[in-house]
Each structure stands twice: as C-alpha cells, then as structure tokens.
Nanobody, 113 residues
Framework: QVRLVESGGGLVHAGGSLRLSCAAS??????ERWYRQAPGGQRDLVAA???????TYADSVKGRFTIAKDSAKNTVYLQMNSLKPEDTAIYYC?????????WGQGTQVTVSS
C-alpha cells in the first residue's frame, strides 16, 4: 500500500510562488503527475514526468510551472511561479507504484488578485 502526503499549498498573491510536495512511502513511485481541480470543474492534468525524466505540461502552465522528482526521497514536486488567480484549485499528485496508480489527498492553492 502506498501512502502519499501532499504539502505546500496555501494562499498567495498573484505573481507569487509556491512549491508543492508529494512524499510517498510504502513503495517506489514512478510516472508522477500533478492534477488540479477548480470549484465546479473537472480534474485536469497539469504536469507529468516520465521514468526517463521527460516532462509535459498543460499549455496554461508552460513556462511557469516545473515538475521535478527526487528519487532518493521518493518525492515529486511542483514548483509554481508567476501564479495567477485562475491557478486557484485543489492540486493532487498521482503516481504509479507497481501496476496501480494512487492519488494524494489534495492540497488547496488559492491565488488572490
């Protein structure tokens, strides 16, 4: 069983930065992703990193967000810069462990204008 603990969310002014963390225990994780879900919206993919280190981003966050992983710590990060009010959402990490994928509990990010 994999346990994921997310942290780093909070309230920030537009233009500010936050770094989200998703720390895993119980199994080695891979193919890490970050999703977000705004109020009344669907859960959308924000960023992904492959086992080889290749990254992909939603168009809305390209150039502002960076996904990274620390394999030694079994942790994935999302660095978010130049935040905008439209980035306000609950952010979820999603990882693979073995043949299954797991979700984190979510962390709230609120960007004020």
């Amino acid at each position: 069983q994999v346990r994921l603990v997310e942290s780093g969310g909070g309230l920030v002014h537009a233009g500010g930065s936050l770094r989200l963390s998703c720390a895993a225990s119980g199994s080695i994780i891979s193919a890490e992703r970050w999703y977000r879900q705004a109020p009344g919206g669907q859960r959308d993919l924000v960023a992904a990193i492959s086992n080889g280190g290749s990254t992909t981003y939603a168009d809305s966050v390209k150039g502002r967000f960076t996904i990274a992983k620390d394999s030694a710590k079994n942790t994935v990060y999302l660095q978010m810069n130049s935040l905008k009010p439209e980035d306000t959402a609950i952010y979820y990490c999603n990882v693979q462990a073995g043949l299954l994928r797991y979700w984190g509990q979510g962390t709230q990010v609120t960007v004020s204008s």
